[in-house]
């Protein structure tokens, strides 16, 4: 298991992922808001309007898109790739 982070409207959140695959996709979340707030590009963050990532205890945590957000967020220093992994279980 490994424990990572997913942001939220109220900052970073961590969430405990068991699958690999969900672990993949919110790597390649995380890729896409990375270059959004580099670039402005938000054609990647696109693909993931609507979509959720599933915790190990099988709860639902949307992807944020909103580009407001993610702007906020990103001024505020929130936003570092470097934080993605917080730890492994």
Do not use: C
Not at 7 to 21: N, Y
Not at 32 to 53: C, M, N, P, W
């Amino acid at each position: 298991m490994s424990v990572l982070l997913i942001p939220t409207p109220t900052g970073l959140t961590e969430i405990t992922i068991r699958d690999s695959r969900q672990a993949t996709q919110l790597a390649e979340y995380w890729n896409a808001v990375q270059r959004y707030l580099q670039t402005g590009d938000e054609s990647e963050l696109r693909r993931f309007k609507g979509k959720h990532i599933k915790d190990a205890k099988g709860r639902s945590m949307p992807l944020l898109t909103d580009t407001q957000e993610l702007d906020r967020l990103g001024n505020a220093g929130v936003l570092s790739f470097e934080s993605l992994y917080v730890r492994v279980r």
